[in-house]
């Protein structure tokens, strides 16, 4: 059974430009949720697709956008980089939308804003 | 608006020193509770699912406990390979899908 994946590993982008982060769900699971990690803080809820839409939003700004693919794997993009957007991106991968049903994460993405 | 409190911040234990996290939450409706254990660097590990109070689940040296307030991790005998911060997180049955809350985490450290 393949874990979920993500990539890059790190990413540094200066302040206005755009990224794109990129995660592989785990074999078997059709929901994908982006979140993000401060350092010193827990995870905070951006997004989740279930089934390549939209399926839940935390309070991330509009320039925080995401797509899943027919194979369940996801992206996030993020437009016009602010600095306190510098953090670990957390991809979790689960079986349902609905509930509760564990959500296993992925390595992160360490983004550097500068 | 759902909340996750965890307590203490951080803890330093002996390796055989036993002793337990907190974790406080305040939801509306609560679908289930989830401990994670996260390394420095890396994604959450899933540890322990409970769904209703009095549930207990265990792992090893590791015990999860839940009341209707609150959840217990309960570290029996820690080792140094147990050092690592403690995530707590809910999901509640009020929409945005099936997100999880977390709180801020318990940093422990087990020393020889």
């Known amino acids: 059974e393949t874990g979920v994946t993500q990539s890059p590993t790190h990413l540094i982008k200066t302040r206005g430009q755009q990224v794109t982060l990129r995660c592989s769900s785990q074999s078997g699971h059709n929901t994908v949720s982006w979140y993000q990690q401060a350092l010193g803080q827990g995870p905070q809820f951006i997004f989740q697709?279930?089934?390549?839409?939209e399926n839940g939003r935390g309070n991330f700004p509009p320039r925080f956008s995401g797509l899943q693919f027919p194979n369940y794997s996801s992206e996030l993009n993020v437009n016009a980089l602010e600095l306190d957007d510098s953090a670990l991106y957390l991809c979790a991968s689960s079986w349902g939308a609905g509930g509760p049903y564990e959500q296993y994460f992925g390595p992160g993405t360490r983004l550097t804003v500068t | 608006e759902d909340q996750v409190t965890q307590s203490p911040e951080a803890l330093r234990l002996q390796e055989g020193e036993s002793s337990s996290l907190n974790c406080s939450y305040t939801?509306?409706?609560?679908?289930?509770l989830f401990w994670y254990r996260q390394d420095p660097g890396k994604g959450p590990e899933f540890l322990f699912t409970?769904?209703?109070a009095g549930e207990e689940k265990e792992k090893e040296r590791l015990k999860a406990t839940l009341t209707k307030k609150e959840s217990f991790l309960h570290i029996t005998a820690p080792k140094p390979e147990d050092s690592a911060t403690y995530l707590c997180?809910?999901?509640?049955?009020?929409?945005?899908?099936?997100?999880?809350?977390f709180g801020t985490g318990t940093q422990l450290k087990v020393e020889l």
């Open positions: 997180a809910v999901q509640a049955g009020t929409g945005g899908g099936n997100k999880l809350t």
């Open positions: 409970l769904y209703s």
């Open positions: 697709y279930y089934r390549e839409e």
């Open positions: 939801v509306s409706g609560l679908r289930g």
